[in-house]
């Protein structure tokens, strides 16, 4: 690893790399050559996970988490082609009237063999594989065609927030996939809002903010999801063409026990509201958190307060006989 790291001349300039490695013994890892090579594969992809520029001897662990990555994403395959996936929504709630005035799009999978998988197990095997990308764009195209549909029944004031994986925002095809999908759909692209997390946003700032421009021009409502978890420089933020920040979880769930949460959220909304954006706070349980929210002035919120993640019919009823503003508001 030291002897590949040195720098070397190319075409007149100076260039270097790195390396991962894996390392495979004979012979408790294999007693063949092809099956130390695979071992050894293993161990390598362990030692990218691990951040790359590091070694990893093979573990039975790997082998047994390599077979879990295949099954997987063999089975989302299988659920992508014959819809097996499905989403779920969950309420966003003005703070001032309590009243419904969006939904956060979740993905959801039930498989016939592996029964309820949850997407903190299958989204990371989506994105190492890339499947997020093909995932991504069929969620936003169920997205699409909600919106349309509740256009013809006359819930057309409902805006609907979806997430874009970073491989999926950073995409050369997100542009004109959604130019295509609002056409094929007839939606108006303010009804929907497109969630990028801090963290993504800013690997490449530059990038970022021209990604955000394109869109924003579109008509299309732009949110940083998960803000307070990553590197946000403020004076980006203040050059993104945003609409929303989304305050983290876990800033709001200690909010009433915590003075450093407390102020971190207070200062976050007043940060926002003096760059002209919005503020939506996640993760709102008690009553407590949201009257601290109300009375520092946030405008929207959502959580199990309000509403935990239902299927679209479900929702669907909950918005149309909501007569009342929604339990805890």
């Not at 994105?127 to 997020?132: H, L």
């Not at 976050?268 to 009375?295: K, P, Y």
Request: a negative charge; charged letters at 25%.
């Amino acid at each position: 690893m030291e002897a590949l790291s040195q720098p070397y001349q190319l075409g007149g300039a100076t260039a270097h790399s790195g390396c991962s490695v894996g390392v495979a013994l004979f012979p408790d890892d294999g007693e063949d050559a092809s099956t130390l090579i695979r071992h050894a594969d293993m161990a390598m992809y362990a030692a990218k996970r691990e951040g790359r520029g590091n070694f990893q001897f093979f573990s039975p662990a790997m082998n047994a988490a390599t077979h879990e990555h295949l099954l997987l994403e063999n089975r989302m395959w299988g659920a992508l082609n014959t819809n097996g996936f499905k989403l779920h929504l969950q309420a966003q709630v003005s703070l001032e009237t309590g009243r419904v005035i969006g939904a956060e799009v979740l993905l959801r999978w039930h498989d016939q063999e592996l029964g309820t998988v949850e997407p903190s197990r299958f989204i990371p095997v989506a994105e190492e594989s890339g499947m997020i990308v093909p995932l991504g764009d069929w969620v936003l195209g169920q997205a699409m065609a909600l919106l349309a549909e509740w256009r013809r029944e006359g819930l057309d004031d409902i805006r609907l927030a979806v997430n874009l994986s970073a491989r999926q925002f950073s995409g050369a095809s997100l542009l004109s996939r959604l130019d295509e999908l609002v056409a094929y759909h007839g939606i108006d692209p303010a009804m929907m809002e497109l969630e990028i997390t801090e963290t993504a946003a800013m690997r490449d700032p530059e990038s970022t903010r021209e990604q955000l421009r394109q869109l924003r021009a579109r008509g299309f409502k732009l949110a940083i999801d998960d803000f307070g978890t990553g590197y946000s420089s403020l004076a980006y933020l203040k050059l993104f063409a945003i609409d929303r920040i989304k305050i983290d979880r876990g800033f709001v769930k200690d909010i009433e026990h915590n003075p450093n949460d407390a102020v971190i959220v207070a200062a976050t909304i007043g940060l926002a509201h003096s760059l002209g954006l919005a503020v939506v706070a996640e993760g709102v349980e008690t009553h407590a958190q949201w009257g601290f929210l109300r009375d520092k002035h946030g405008d929207e919120a959502q959580g199990y307060l309000f509403a935990r993640p239902m299927p679209v019919a479900d929702f669907r009823e909950f918005i149309r006989h909501q007569e009342q503003p929604v339990p805890g508001a």
